[in-house]
């Protein structure tokens, strides 16, 4: 993976850029020394590590205008990070960047539960947005699995998904509208608590864009009143195919779990090891998880017990109360750790149309078997989003780059069968090299005209999402 | 020019040495643009529908009709319902479904699951020189690269010009049924829609127009039912429920905003809070007919009150004239974000020949 040589032209400034942060901000704001700059060296895609040339904190969108306002001056690049859970390495700095975390910014401006909407700082993570809404019987729909962690700021760059995405949408389909700090320091405000735009949905092309377009340091986001009640229930099948017919069955009758999540044998087996959580041993398992009041949930349950049971499963398990129902979750929600302890892993997230589901899983299991790596398949079957994680030891040389090499197959294979490389991770640098195998050259250069548009120096966090050769004569430029 | 195929289109663009009209059947076109009329109507067809994953690809071309009896025969739908605007705004032709994504046209069930852009999956279209770009895809979960299906949501023709258009369909539910609740004054009746959104009862429409409030569900026979009662509890009034067509048949006219046809004067759609939206509606003394909760108002005026509307809507939101003449059609934007749409529009259409001057 390669990154673009630093600028050591801004290296050989780094004090007088430093000092002139130090300068405009608040004297804790501004980190330059070394080793506390090692903590900004990476996200959670832990193969790639560079200190930045330092890391700025501050707290409000006019410190974050400031910065910029700089950094533009300086011809500095820069790497907007919320927490740093990126598995795409999205929030990965090179040598000459400045790293402008918006962790301190997490407070919540206003709640409006009559019109249904928060407004926080970005720097809020996900999970404590629901946490300041929940007693009026409220939360914040889109649920990343990092979401204890993961901050606003950086679901808004990826446009994250979660496993309840089935029925409340993504990022996209809950954000209101933001506060963005443009490259050059202008602060604009793009959408709004009502929602649709008046003119182009700038709104929409900013979720996403990964951090290239402006730095987001307030959000309005969509909330919603609770359900009354959820329950999953297990089903497991002796063949993938029947698996995948059993989901759009589902889909097909009209019914709307809010959730149907996918394993296969080698993660069920992992899972289990790990967790203990009495999964069926078979081949392919299903967790299906509806909404609504006792009532309602039994009507759909009943519904989805039928259609699973023309589909012959080797068990058909439902949670009598609140304890089963964990156990029925604590398998899934436990998988990756459970990868984790067989060894490193790498977690694709690449998305494919559900129909294609068993020719994808039973390519991946062939290509198993030819890199020599072994994979598990746990994925978001309702939405075709896949997480296959491939085994690898990251202390075996040559290891990772065979890793890499299969994931790349995996990818590819993804976007032949009419789907796409990433769900909901992001490309940022993982997968930056084979955006040209899903568009073509004008489709790379209308999504880098956007970029012109807002950051036109390109210096927003620029080694990221275009291939570098696409993006090079700009980020010269 | 009425092309037929993405190519053609691709080489019309190409070609043109004059500002192009960009249409798809102009029954929702709104604003003044000038140019040789450039027709997408041409461009037809289903490329490819798989009910069982929920996806649609079509060509935009393709009448909103024939979108409709294709997912009907499958029993699904567009979840957005696609407005017909042909009665008030007095057109005639056949609605394409290339004008729809292009005006980000959406109905009631905005309240639920959003507006076409949230549906939309991925977009083919040609730039302002004639280059076809894609950007999605038909799958739904997507965020490999710029979603660029967003911004040419609801752009009107002057980032591009759409030729293929992938949405997330939705299944017919089994049930649906309407509260419809008298009695009410607007600020109370309204009020009673907000109470609704603000349950646990999973509302598909929320409007309020002619004295009465109205309150969707939908889904399984048994939990719609189930709901109808808890709802009723919780809003008050004098409540009538409506099931099935008559149902339907209530909050088609919601969206086609059926109350304004064959009605004098200027319509604004005016897009704001839906505590606001009873005394706006109140100041500017027009006839109202509120959606989404109150956060949409569709307003009759008489001619000319453009500036009082403007200011009865400043800092909550923001209208546009979407019927009557004279005055601009949408509203202004802040300067900044004039400056980055402005930009957007010179990358796409360099010599700035789509739709020119419609949006800004
Ligand atoms: C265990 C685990 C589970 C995960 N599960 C999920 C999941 O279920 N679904 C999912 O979608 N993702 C998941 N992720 C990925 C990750 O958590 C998400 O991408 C998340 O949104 C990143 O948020 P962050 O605050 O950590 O962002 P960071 O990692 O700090 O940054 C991510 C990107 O956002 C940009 N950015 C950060 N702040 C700003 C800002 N203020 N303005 C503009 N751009 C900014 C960065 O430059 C970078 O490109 C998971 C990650 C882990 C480690």
Redesign the pocket.
């Known amino acids: 993976m390669d990154m673009p040589e630093p600028d050591l032209g801004v290296i050989a400034r780094k004090a007088r850029i430093v000092a002139r942060m130090r300068a405009a901000l608040p004297v804790d704001a501004v980190i330059d020394a070394p080793e506390e700059l090692r903590v900004y060296e990476c996200?959670?895609l832990t193969a790639y590590r560079c200190p930045p040339l330092a890391a700025v904190l501050p707290r409000t969108t006019a410190e974050?205008s400031a910065v910029l306002r700089i950094a533009c001056e300086e011809g500095v690049p820069v790497?907007?990070?919320?927490?740093?859970?990126?598995?795409?390495?999205?929030?990965m700095p090179t040598a000459d960047s400045v790293i402008?975390?918006?962790a301190r910014?997490n407070a919540v401006l206003e709640t409006d539960y009559d019109n249904r909407f928060i407004r926080v700082q970005?720097?809020r993570?996900?999970l404590s947005v629901s946490g300041a809404v929940e007693a009026e019987g409220f939360f914040y729909a889109?649920?990343?699995?990092?979401?204890l962690?993961?901050?606003?700021?950086?679901?808004?760059?990826?446009?994250?998904?979660?496993?309840h995405c089935l029925k409340y949408g993504?990022?996209t389909n809950n954000l209101l509208g933001v506060t963005?700090v443009k490259m050059d320091g202008t602060v604009l405000t793009l959408g709004g608590p009502w929602g649709e735009p008046a003119g182009l949905d700038l709104l929409g092309v900013v979720c996403g864009?990964?951090?290239?377009?402006?730095?987001?340091?307030e959000a309005w986001l969509r909330i919603l009143p609770k359900p009354e009640g959820a329950r999953p229930v297990l089903v497991g099948f002796d063949s993938n195919e029947v698996a995948g017919a059993c989901v759009s069955d589902i889909i097909k009758a009209g019914i709307l779990p809010v959730a149907i999540e996918f394993m296969d044998r080698p993660c069920i087996r992992a899972t289990e090891a790990f967790a203990k959580a009495g999964y069926p041993d078979c081949e392919a398992l299903l967790i299906i998880e509806v909404e609504g009041s006792e009532a309602e949930i039994a009507e759909q349950l009943t519904r989805i017990r039928q259609i699973a049971l023309a589909h012959d499963p080797v068990e058909f398990r439902e949670a009598a109360d609140e304890d089963q129902a964990k156990r029925i979750w604590l398998g899934r929600k436990s998988a990756?750790g459970a990868m984790g302890q067989l060894g490193d892993y790498m977690?694709l997230?690449g998305t494919i149309p559900v129909s294609s589901l068993p020719h994808v899983l039973k390519r991946i299991g062939e290509m198993s078997v030819q890199f020599g790596l072994d994979v598990g398949n746990v994925f978001h079957a309702g939405d075709g989003n896949m997480h296959p994680l491939i085994l690898f030891d990251a202390n075996k040389p040559g290891d990772l780059e065979k890793c890499e090499a299969f994931g790349a197959e995996i990818l590819k294979l993804c976007v032949e069968v009419g789907g796409c490389l990433t769900?909901?991770?992001?490309v940022?640098i993982e997968k930056r090299d084979l955006m040209s195998v899903q568009f073509d050259a004008a489709d790379m250069e209308a999504q880098m005209r956007v970029k012109d548009v807002f950051d036109p120096k390109w210096l927003?966090?620029p080694a990221?999402v275009f291939p570098l050769g696409v993006s090079e004569t700009r980020r010269a430029g | 020019m009425r092309p037929t195929t993405e190519a053609d289109l691709a080489e019309a663009i190409a070609a043109a040495t004059a500002p192009l009209l960009v249409r798809g059947g102009g029954t929702r076109t709104i604003g003044q643009a000038v140019g040789d009329v450039l027709e997408t109507g041409g461009l037809t067809g289903v490329a490819l529908y798989e009910p069982g994953a929920l996806t649609l690809v079509v060509r935009a071309g393709t009448p909103v009709a024939e979108v409709e009896r294709v997912l009907a025969a499958d029993r699904q739908r567009l979840a957005f319902e696609v407005p017909d605007l042909r009665g008030l705004l007095g057109r005639e032709g056949v609605s394409t479904i290339g004008g729809v994504v292009a005006a980000n046209a959406s109905g009631p069930r905005r309240v639920q699951v959003g507006a076409a852009r949230d549906a939309l999956l991925g977009v083919r279209f040609v730039d302002g020189s004639g280059t076809v770009i894609k950007n999605g895809g038909r799958v739904m979960k997507n965020?490999t690269g710029y979603d660029l299906v967003k911004l040419l949501a609801g752009s009107r023709g002057t980032l591009g010009v759409l030729t293929e258009v992938s949405f997330k369909v939705q299944a017919l539910p089994e049930a649906e049924a309407t509260l419809v609740i008298g009695g009410l004054g607007d600020e109370a009746g309204l009020a009673a829609l907000r109470r609704a959104l603000g349950s646990p009862f999973d509302i598909s429409g929320a409007a309020r127009h002619s004295g009465q409030s109205l309150i969707r569900v939908e889904g399984m026979a048994g939990s719609v039912a189930y709901r109808l009662d808890r709802l009723r509890a919780l809003v008050g009034g004098d409540v009538k429920v409506a099931e099935a067509a008559v149902s339907a048949a209530l909050w088609r006219d919601v969206r086609d905003v059926a109350l304004f046809h064959d009605k004098p004067g200027e319509v604004w759609r005016i897009v704001t809070l839906s505590t606001a939206a009873a005394e706006i509606a109140g100041r500017l003394a027009g006839e109202a007919l509120w959606d989404c909760g109150g956060g949409l108002i569709w307003l009759r005026l008489d001619h000319g009150r453009g500036a009082e509307v403007a200011a009865a809507v400043a800092g909550r939101g923001h209208a546009t004239r979407v019927r009557g003449d004279g005055g601009p059609v949408f509203p202004p934007e802040a300067p900044e974000v004039a400056l980055l749409a402005a930009g957007l529009r010179a990358k796409f259409d360099p010599r700035g020949i789509l739709n020119a001057g419609l949006m800004g």
Do not use: W, Y
């Open positions: 996200d959670a974050v790497v907007p990070r919320g927490s740093g859970t990126s598995l795409a390495g999205g929030a402008l975390g918006v910014m970005s720097g993570t996900n889109p649920d990343p699995s990092s979401q962690a993961c901050a606003i700021a950086g679901n808004i760059a990826m446009n994250s998904g979660g496993a993504v990022t963005l864009s990964e951090g290239q377009l402006g730095v987001v340091t990756f977690c997230d769900g909901e991770h992001g940022g927003l966090n990221k | 965020v």
